[in-house]
């Protein structure tokens, strides 16, 4: 007969099941009694979470900018990092004895990482479309704590909240404040570098009084006057000099000639006093009342007057000349004189000439220190008043944020006292562990069966022997054995009742009474 591969058929499986049931009975009881155990006694953990809403700031930005530009997200992670550092947390510990005797036993960097574990901070996103931001940003944020006592939990997150919404208000005020006392700094800074420039500027003026560009055209007006002036001292001069040859002339032919060929010309009393008045009278238009020649003159006029008065002219016959003589050698002097003074007058004009042309020649120069330093004037006074108005604007922000107008965190929820723990989720437990103890009852048939090398039924002896049987007698029970079946039936039932009762008591006493219990199941189901 023609030989071909067995299959097994469903009275084969059957016949496996009836065969092996005990190793598919006794890995079920086994994995359901582990997970039952597992749900039962894994302690419950709750879970209390604070909900803290982020809202904008009151006061429209186009009248008070604030000082605070980062994001909320931005903002939210930096807070968390400086809220869960390692003395607040001890400091958390500590304040609600949240570990009991472990507190002492366990270090305190391991106690740090279960308490940072038992915190999460969780950002709600949303999208934002503005000239500001645009994509995602944090609208609101949620601070979860779990612990295995509900109370704990409460009480910690209110804890938590309180820091975050502290530390937000600190962090922001704090950096308003520095900003306020960075710009303050620099605003000092800046005045005393104008302080210092306006110092240079006046004394480079002072030095340059003389060759100021402002006073250029003054010197350029007073130098043409001093021109000028010369020109009339040298006209001046020119005819002074031609009266005085004139007169010399007049001189030359009025004077008497004496024995040694020179004029002299002798003059009485009343001729010298004519004399001494005419050269007063030149003089005085020149010079003060206090110039040593007109006292001179006012002396030796009272002289004359004095010897006249006296009628001291004895002599007055022996003199030779005329008065006309003598008052045109009086003018000749008064003109000597006056060129003399004419001469130091033209000198002076020449050195005031040479001086504005000096002064003129060096206002360029001036001119363009003068500019560097003006110009390092307006640059520093642009950032002075730049930096000014900036300070303002962080005193303004400043004021927003010490009276909470700015953007702010706000509780939107407050942590409430949980009354059903999160985990563990004792129901999928024990549905987990009922899949998982069907699972590994079949697994433990399909490995005994894979394992024992006994022919059962019609198929494993075709593929023993190669060939297919002629007639497939069935097994025939004798009363000893179905006794012992019924035995081994009374005896897995019984276990199991035992298991089901052991279990239903400690979920009564460990977990929750069964009445309770049945009454949240049937709840659960309904």
Request: with cysteine; proline share 4%; aromatic share 6%.
């Amino acid at each position: 007969m023609e030989y071909n591969e067995p299959e097994l058929t469903l009275r084969d499986y059957v016949a496996i099941l009836r065969r092996r049931y005990l190793y598919l009975i006794i890995p079920f009881i086994l994995v359901l009694g582990v997970s039952i155990a597992v749900s039962v006694f894994t302690p419950p953990v709750y879970e209390s979470t604070g909900t803290i809403m982020v809202e904008s700031q009151q006061i429209p930005d186009n009248f008070v900018q604030s000082t605070i530009t980062s994001y909320a997200d931005e903002r939210i992670g930096v807070i968390t990092q400086r809220v869960m550092i390692r003395d607040n947390l001890l400091r958390i510990i500590d304040k609600f004895n949240l570990f009991g005797s472990d507190r002492n036993s366990i270090p305190a960097s391991d106690l740090v990482d279960r308490m940072r574990n038992m915190v999460s901070v969780q950002i709600i996103s949303a999208d934002i479309q503005g000239q500001r931001n645009n994509g995602r940003t944090a609208i609101s944020f949620k601070i979860s704590v779990v612990n295995s006592e509900p109370d704990l939990a409460f009480r910690v997150a209110n804890e938590f909240v309180t820091l975050f919404l502290d530390e937000n208000l600190r962090n922001r005020i704090s950096r308003a404040s520095e900003t306020s006392d960075f710009l303050n700094n620099e605003t000092q800074k800046l005045k005393l570098e104008l302080e210092t420039i306006e110092n240079q500027v006046a004394e480079f003026k002072q030095i340059n009084s003389g060759s100021l560009p402002e006073h250029l055209d003054m010197r350029i007006s007073q130098r043409e006057r001093a021109i000028n002036a010369q020109e009339n001292i040298d006209r001046e001069i020119k005819n002074l000099e031609e009266q005085r040859n004139f007169l010399e002339i007049d001189l030359a032919s009025a004077s008497v000639r004496t024995g040694n060929g020179e004029a002299e010309i002798l003059l009485n009393p009343e001729q010298e006093l004519t004399r001494l008045e005419a050269q007063l009278l030149e003089k005085s238009a020149v010079y003060g009342a206090a110039h040593p020649d007109i006292t001179s003159l006012n002396r030796k006029i009272s002289q004359v007057k004095e010897k006249i008065a006296n009628g001291d002219v004895e002599d007055s016959n022996s003199l030779v000349g005329d008065p006309v003589s003598a008052k045109i050698s009086a003018r000749i002097e008064a003109i000597e004189d006056r060129i003399v003074v004419q001469n130091r007058l033209k000198a002076e004009a020449q050195i005031l000439i040479a001086t504005l042309e000096e002064t003129i020649i060096q206002t360029p120069q001036t001119e363009r220190g003068l500019r560097a330093l003006n110009r390092g004037y307006e640059n520093a006074l642009e950032q002075y008043e730049s930096i000014k108005a900036k300070l303002m604007d962080a005193q303004l922000s400043e004021s927003l944020e010490e009276e909470k107008k700015a953007e702010r965190f706000l509780i939107l929820e407050p942590p409430v006292l949980a009354e059903t723990p999160i985990r563990p989720n004792r129901a999928k437990i024990m549905a987990l562990g009922v899949f998982i103890a069907i699972g590994a009852g079949f697994a433990a048939i399909f490995l005994i069966e894979m394992i024992d090398g006994s022919v059962y039924g019609l198929a494993r002896l075709t593929e023993a022997i190669q060939q297919q049987p002629l007639a497939n007698i069935p097994y025939i029970e004798t009363g000893q054995e179905t006794a012992k079946t019924r035995k081994r039936v009374k005896v897995l039932a019984g276990f199991s009742v035992a298991t089901a009762v052991c279990a239903m008591v400690l979920v009564h006493f460990l977990y929750l009474p069964l009445d309770i219990f049945f009454i949240k199941v049937w709840g659960r189901i309904s």
